[in-house]
């Protein structure tokens, strides 16, 4: 009998601790439900122009994206010193590219006309000079590439000129407007360059300083809102437009 008791109060206890475990589990449990997760947390943070991708998203996460954010440091050094050579030549140097092309053949063919014909007098074989083509694929995938975006912006601009989005004409020509300031100062060559090295170098400090620039962004973002309502009282709201015809009554 004594043992029996002790084996019920025993198996009492075990059961006590065990009710006090779940209970610290469902109330840990509680208060985590509580919590708010961290996909909410990070989906109230503003992000610059909206995005709720990554920036090597933005990108398009292929190629031109590693190229561009510094995925492969040796491709887009060489990428950027090719791009800086050829601005040096055109720009520094006045080199005109039909001059640089034909100065290029003429370097090639001699150098290949000499190796030739010296290889019989050091015993030597011949080069073998490839036979360069042009692929048809890329060339037509590029091509459908280059026709898609054109027509996109065609119809882009008509809406805007539609006059739909008052707002998006104002920026559009607000942009042009600066572009053609822009284009004043540089020629097309110098502008290009300039944009490619930014393509090379804010979006790679952009990735990593995002969580410092979107703050900043987001304060500019709430004055420009603020300064354009203000616009929108002072000048659009008195713009005179046509009357609008009355829906037809059934």
């Known amino acids: 009998m004594a043992e029996h008791e002790e084996k019920k109060h025993e198996e009492s206890f075990i059961e006590k601790i065990a009710e006090k475990i ?34 090597h998203h933005v990108f398009g996460g292929g190629k031109p994206a590693d190229i561009f954010l510094w995925r492969n440091k040796k491709v887009s050094a060489g990428a950027l010193g090719v791009a800086t050579v050829i601005w040096v030549l055109f720009e520094l140097l006045e080199y005109h590219l039909l ?11 001699a150098l290949l006309f000499l190796w030739s014909n010296a290889s019989h007098f050091i015993n030597k074989s011949a080069p073998h000079i490839p036979e360069v083509q042009i692929p048809k694929e890329p060339v037509s995938e590029f091509a459908l590439a280059l026709r898609f975006e054109i027509n996109r ?32 100062w540089c020629n097309f060559l110098t502008l290009f360059y300039i944009v490619f090295v930014l393509l090379h170098t804010v979006p790679v400090l952009y990735e990593k300083y995002e969580d410092k620039v979107d703050p900043i962004a987001e304060k500019a973002m709430h004055e420009i809102k603020k300064q354009y309502v203000v616009f929108d009282a002072k000048v659009l709201s008195k713009i005179p437009r046509g009357p609008l015809k009355e829906k037809k009554k059934d």
């Open 153 to 184: 912006s065609f119809s882009v601009l008509r809406d805007i000129a539609s006059g739909r989005d008052l707002k998006k004409f104002l920026s559009v020509i607000a942009g042009l407007w600066v572009l053609s300031i822009v284009g004043s």
């Open 22 to 55: 779940h209970g610290h589990d469902s109330s840990s449990s509680d208060s985590d439900e509580d919590k708010p997760s961290e996909s909410s947390i990070k989906a109230k943070i503003f992000r610059l122009f909206g995005r709720e991708k990554p920036v």
């Open 99 to 109: 001059t640089l092309v034909c100065h290029l053949l003429i370097l090639a063919l």
